[in-house]
């Protein structure tokens, strides 16, 4: 489950990727289309257990109110240098988000589909190490943007996104979209359906 960035912010992630690529670092890049952020991955899952989680997620989404994030600064994770995952941080007022993020999470669960249960942390994969060539260089670099905004995003729905895994790298489609509420109080959450309570 995802949800989409804007173009601006896209564009200026794009050109961060063509100055870390002057580096000679072997890492895979994310496709500039298919940078998102991840609000919780979900293993294999079948059509009955994809139907059910679209309804879960238009309940919980009715119940949140949109929140605008900052996309600030470029890190990684993995040691200083030897750097496993690029990223793109969040920054502002991550609460709702984090909110959101449990009550998903915690429904998926319940659904049986497989959820990774590492801790939350919101970012912006931007690329993958593939080999150590030239990691030193790119650590060196990606250490000069600790702290730049790259634009805001405004996180209003999330996306059910199909991930399928191809030689040119994955294609992701929407499969389902819930829209978060502009005003949660004038939509009361319904009962969960049978199964899921």
Avoid at 13 to 35: F, M, S, Y
Avoid at 46 to 52: G, L, N, P, T, V
Wanted: aromatic content about 6%.
């Amino acid at each position: 489950m995802a949800a989409a960035i804007s173009n601006a912010v896209r564009g200026k992630l794009t050109d961060i990727q063509a100055r870390l690529k002057q580096t000679g670092a072997e890492i895979g890049w994310v496709a500039p289309a298919n940078i998102h952020l991840t609000i919780l991955f979900l293993g294999t899952v079948f059509e009955s257990q994809a139907s059910a989680l679209a309804v879960v997620a238009d309940e919980i989404a009715s119940a949140h109110q949109p929140c605008t994030l900052e996309v600030k600064g470029i890190g990684a994770f993995g040691r200083p240098r030897s750097p496993r995952v690029i990223w793109a941080g969040l920054a502002g007022n991550l609460q709702p988000l984090m909110a959101l993020q449990a009550e998903v999470a915690a429904a998926a669960k319940k659904t049986g589909v497989f959820t990774d249960d590492k801790p939350f942390h919101p970012h912006l994969t931007i690329g993958r190490r593939r080999s150590a060539r030239n990691i030193e260089e790119l650590s060196a670099v990606l250490e000069t943007w600790p702290d730049t905004a790259f634009g805001t995003i405004i996180i209003d729905r999330v996306l059910l996104m199909k991930s399928e895994l191809t030689a040119r790298g994955p294609i992701y489609t929407v499969m389902h979209e819930s829209k978060l509420a502009a005003n949660p109080g004038l939509f009361p959450r319904p009962n969960p359906p049978a199964g899921l309570a």
